[in-house]
């Protein structure tokens, strides 16, 4: 596929979209290590924050940083908690880059391997590069058992259901050229916890290629995971529903 067009006058820029619900701890220090990540590889960056109303004073803390950070921060707020997948299609709405990297908040996505999802997509001219827990050298810390085998079923499960040939089906740690996210957004329906899982299968399903950097995966320091069971159950219902669409 062709490369991506930046909106930044030709020369590429990285546009990571942040979705925060309550993650007033850990939002500025992830935002320095994304500061000090696309600073020491000499890239063009931006952060934009999407926060869904959080109480305990997210957007607080986010609008300081778009102040310390300027021009590389922008917050867009929401007046409530809408969903993670519908977080990525507002930010994308407002993010300049070519490129789009998504992630976590928490820290189970640490910036150091964004060069290396970089380099591996300019080396194999990707159209999307995916963070795996469960491929190479890649892993997951700090979960007990019952986490492992839930992420690692759904895996399972999926791929036997859909194989997609993505190790990680559920991951949320992705770079994308944004036109290839944009084109995706356009054509999946899915919104919530099974997004992600929606957006490879679609992506392999009209032709995308999709490249993989392992990565480590640890359990978030601050805070509380979002996932319950409710999204399990909307996750298989996703399964589901992508075998008969696809």
Same mark, same amino acid.
């Given at each position: 596929?062709?490369?991506a067009?930046?909106?930044?006058?030709g020369k590429?820029?990285?546009?990571?979209?942040?979705?925060?619900? !309550?993650?007033?701890? !850990?939002?500025?220090?992830i935002?320095w #290590? #994304? !500061?000090?990540? +696309? =600073?020491e590889q000499n890239?063009?960056?931006?952060?934009v924050?999407?926060?869904?109303?959080?109480?305990?004073?997210?957007?607080e803390?986010?609008a300081?940083?778009?102040k310390?950070y300027?021009p590389h921060?922008?917050?867009?707020?929401?007046t409530?908690?809408?969903?993670?997948g519908?977080?990525?299609?507002?930010?994308?709405?407002f993010?300049?880059? !070519?490129?789009i990297?998504i992630?976590? *908040?928490d820290?189970?996505h640490h910036?150091? +391997?964004?060069?290396?999802m970089?380099? %591996?997509?300019?080396?194999?001219d990707?159209?999307?590069?995916t963070?795996t827990?469960?491929a190479?050298?890649g892993g997951v810390?700090?979960?007990?058992?019952?986490?492992?085998l839930?992420?690692? &079923?759904?895996n399972? +499960?999926?791929?036997?259901?859909l194989r997609?040939?993505v190790?990680?089906?559920?991951?949320?740690?992705? #770079?994308y050229?944004r036109?290839?996210?944009e084109?995706? +957004?356009?054509?999946?329906d *899915?919104?919530?916890f099974t997004m992600?899982?929606?957006?490879?299968? =679609?992506a392999? *399903? %009209?032709?995308?290629?999709i &490249?993989?950097?392992p990565?480590?995966?640890v359990?978030?320091?601050?805070?509380?995971?979002?996932l319950?069971?409710?999204?399990?159950?909307?996750?298989?219902k996703?399964? #589901?529903?992508?075998?008969?669409?696809?």
């Amino acid at each position: 596929m062709a490369p991506a067009k930046s909106s930044t006058g030709g020369k590429d820029m990285y546009s990571v979209i942040l979705p925060t619900f !309550n993650e007033r701890q !850990n939002l500025p220090i992830i935002t320095w #290590l #994304l !500061n000090r990540t +696309f =600073t020491e590889q000499n890239l063009d960056w931006e952060l934009v924050i999407v926060d869904d109303g959080s109480p305990d004073g997210t957007q607080e803390v986010a609008a300081q940083l778009v102040k310390a950070y300027s021009p590389h921060v922008q917050l867009r707020p929401r007046t409530g908690k809408l969903g993670l997948g519908t977080a990525y299609v507002h930010g994308l709405k407002f993010a300049k880059g !070519n490129y789009i990297v998504i992630m976590d *908040a928490d820290f189970s996505h640490h910036p150091k +391997f964004i060069p290396q999802m970089i380099k %591996k997509m300019k080396e194999g001219d990707y159209d999307i590069v995916t963070g795996t827990r469960y491929a190479g050298d890649g892993g997951v810390y700090g979960w007990d058992l019952k986490r492992k085998l839930t992420s690692k &079923g759904a895996n399972i +499960f999926a791929d036997t259901v859909l194989r997609p040939g993505v190790s990680d089906l559920t991951g949320s740690f992705r #770079l994308y050229k944004r036109a290839v996210l944009e084109k995706l +957004f356009e054509s999946t329906d *899915a919104r919530g916890f099974t997004m992600q899982m929606a957006l490879a299968v =679609t992506a392999k *399903a %009209k032709g995308y290629s999709i &490249g993989e950097v392992p990565i480590s995966f640890v359990d978030r320091v601050y805070g509380d995971s979002k996932l319950g069971g409710e999204e399990i159950v909307e996750y298989a219902k996703g399964v #589901l529903q992508l075998w008969w669409s696809i």
